[in-house]
DNA sequence: TAGTGGTCTAGACCACGAG
DNA sequence: TCGTGGTCTAGACCACTAC
């Protein structure tokens, strides 16, 4: 019989020794490229398995905290880089707009039925007779418009019910919260773009200025394509980064 | 005593374990949203422990091959995404290029000695009288010029030796052969930008053209900021996309 | 040769989903 | 209640680094 360790908290234990083990290069003021104890060690001082120790140093090992070398061992990185928004997490914008500091509003454009255009039919995976729901607003952060979208969703995915009146900020709480529809991941292109007439009426933007375009498809957990869309950010508002790995 | 399976192969079980499982989706025809056989029978049918499982189960799931839900099972998912140069994956702009299916150039412009911007001394961490080289390339695509490269890295880093001639096409192998040093991963920022009167000049191309340009700092395994550029992408060429996840 | 991180096995309990 | 994936333990061999 092996004897388990209880637990009353409800995070992981993997959660629990990482946060240990920061706590341990606090204590002991471990400075970058300082040399951590070897796992062996380390599992004795958190009395915890060699496999939860390591779950916890690859946690830590993504956040780029710490890094190994093979046959030498674990070592304290530099400071952690400050990712304000890495585009390589699906936030909604709300939610974007918000970790920037700024308060997020919307103006809403449209909302129209239509029929759906080829890529549409291609990527949502729709029978051509299908038809389409088009939303589009104006994403706003402290009251200055910031970001122009067109969201397209299958009018199946909505049921019969007519979107007239949207009342929440998100699509994606809008979707989950009225359908249990949970988008996990999307694949975005990006694509340097000039403002569209559409942008220039509704946003009030001038003719030929930049933009960030993202052109994305968003699925839920099972990879059914559910948004289609087409998003314009401005760049003096929105500051995108990407961590990029080898 | 615990008997462990001898491997003549350089790769790691969790990795063939990972080509079994895809032949088994292959064999049985199985279609997106069917279930796998449980971990448990899995274990069995590739007569290997839960934990190298599970190892390859994760790869496919990072690759969204599969899906997982909890007390349900394991599901094939949709047909898997293309990406064609996935941003979050660091390569040289050479392997781009090449998985493009072009054929990559390289087109010197200049090679420089300059004194460093304030935002190159916080950047790469300078000393204020450290000198910099600045290398200023344009990368060709079949020939079509495609990319503007402007990449800056400490005069320390190379020694006392005189970059003159540069006989590699990537500045990744450049570093890598020649000083050791092997770029581990950067931090872009991503901009929709103009072409620059330099880029008019070398390249050929019209004013007000839309570029996409990554400011980024790529670093080192052990977190050292070593090369700071700004490389505009011509968007007709390089499609960009990124896999965002919740 | 000794010590480190990387991989693998075997077995156990926990938490979720469906009947 | 049962089967599933999620987490955890204990112990072993392998591959790399440094001496």
Redo the contacts with the bound molecule.
Sequence with gaps: ???????ES????????KKQILEYIERNDLQPND?????????KLF?????????A?ALLKQERIIY???????FVNKKPIQIKSGLEYLDSITEIIKKFGYVPGTKWVSIEEKSPTKDMIEKLNLKSKGKVITFKRIRTANGKPAAFLVDTVAKKVLGNRKPEIIIYESLFDYLEKEFGIIIEYAVSEIIPAFSTDEMIKYMGVEKNSLFLLLYQLHYDREGRPIIYSFDYFDPEVFKFKVIRSR
């Design positions: 019989m092996v004897e388990i360790k209880k637990r409800t995070v992981s234990l993997s959660q629990e020794v040399k951590l104890p070897s796992e062996n060690q380390l599992t009395k915890t398995s060699r496999y939860t120790l390591r779950e140093l190994k070398i093979k046959g030498k061992g674990t």
